[in-house]
């Protein structure tokens, strides 16, 4: 009988075993959690949300709103049930961690084609299934990183991810706080902490001269530019995270009707609504710190955290040297890689990598060579950048991506010159894409 084995519960693992048992195969999906556990997830469920609880934009026309509705069109399983366990948050989809995990759980556990072991994978041998999905994640263990680094004869890159803290939502000051949504977007669904320049004058001085935790000797911590840690991104200039993660446009204060100095938003974590996540506010500090500093935010002086920031360690192979456009390993044609650990980043772009290596590897189990997805397309594009990204130079300095227009073919130069809106050329970038998507899928046999 032929089978898969996929390695990793996280998002892509669980995706590309749904994708490869509705094509009709075998699949052997093992996650190492609870026998061993990392130093970011809190549980041994399915689909850990690790980080937040936002799988980004559902604007129409936008970059990520494209990559999930090309993932919706493919029949995308864990979008679907991301979609079936969403909490309000404006013009994003936020999930609800728990349910979305426990719904995961569901379908994996309730698949007749699908065996589930609990244990954790050491090697990357030959074994009696007939092709491997290594989706282990950014947090791969030793053992496991160790037999990929002997096949590929590569080093592993690494860089430092964090996660945000979480406050109870019973210990919000509601009285110093409002409800908005940033440019009136979607509903209110944000708490907005609004700083005036003299609280956010104490608030900085505060957050810089705070004391993060003390790296281990061996650590060498290269920040990715994506995710850096608050304190990190204060240090590089007093107005930093007004214009980042403090941003205050678009979020008019109804007690002023003006813009406050600086603002700090919470994200509902549940469908209980009894949590709230700060967004953009991942750190490095010590707890105690952490304490201290959180509550010189407005409305959170006496704020009980549920959860404090954290930092951990994210690995990711070289896939401009490593990966096919099919996920396939150069060197070893037999495994393919989905996930993080393939060079995309965010939660979103995981499952879409899951995805199609679930399709991929349908596949070639079948006797079928898979056909790259077109350039035009936002997963094309995602694959496109990180099987073909150039060092320029610098060494192994490739970076995990998001989805962005970045990633996609521009306009033609003379489309470029008569069309000046940027949303205007994204909406048309956006049609082809999904004409693009459509037609593959139409076309190809996966």
Known sequence: MKKIRIIGGGLAGPEAALQAAAAGCHVELYEMRPTRSTEAHQTSDFAELVCSNSLKSESENSAPWLLKQ????????????????????????????????????????????????????????????????????????????????QITGSEQLAFYDSISPIVDATTIDMDKVYFAARWDKGTADYINCPFTKEEYETFMDALTSAENVQAKEWEKLDYFEGCLPIEETARRGRDTLRFGPMKPAGLTNPKTGRWPYACVQLRQENLRADSYNLVGF?????????????????????????????IHRNTYIHAPSLLTETL??????????????????????????????????????????????????????????????EDRGKGN????????FDLLPPLEEDLRKKIRDKKERHRIQCERALTAWQQWRTQTTL
């Open 70 to 149: 090309e993932m919706r069109r493919a029949g995308c399983v864990l979008l679907a049930e991301a979609d079936a366990s969403a909490v309000p948050a404006g013009h994003a989809l936020a999930v609800d961690r728990v349910a979305f995990s426990a719904r995961v759980a569901a379908r994996l556990e309730s698949n007749p084609l699908i065996t589930i072991h609990r244990e954790e994978v050491t090697t990357l041998n030959a074994t009696d299934a007939d092709l491997t999905i290594l989706a282990s994640g950014p947090l791969t263990s030793a053992p496991l990183a160790a037999a990929l680094q």
């Open 282 to 310: 991942q750190n490095h500090l010590k707890f105690g710190e952490q304490a201290r500093v959180l509550r010189l935010i407005p409305g959170l002086e006496h704020a009980t955290f549920l959860r404090y920031g954290q």
């Open 397 to 404: 300095r490739f970076q995990p991506a998001n989805i962005t």
């Open 328 to 389: 396939q390993l150069r060197a070893r044609p037999d495994i393919l890689i989905a996930g993080q650990l393939s060079g995309v980043e965010g939660y979103t772009e995981s499952i879409a990598s899951g995805m199609l290596a679930g399709q991929f590897a349908a596949a070639l189990l079948a006797g079928r060579t898979p056909v790259p997805c077109p350039r035009l397309t936002a997963h094309g594009s995602l694959i496109h950048y990180i099987t073909h990204a």
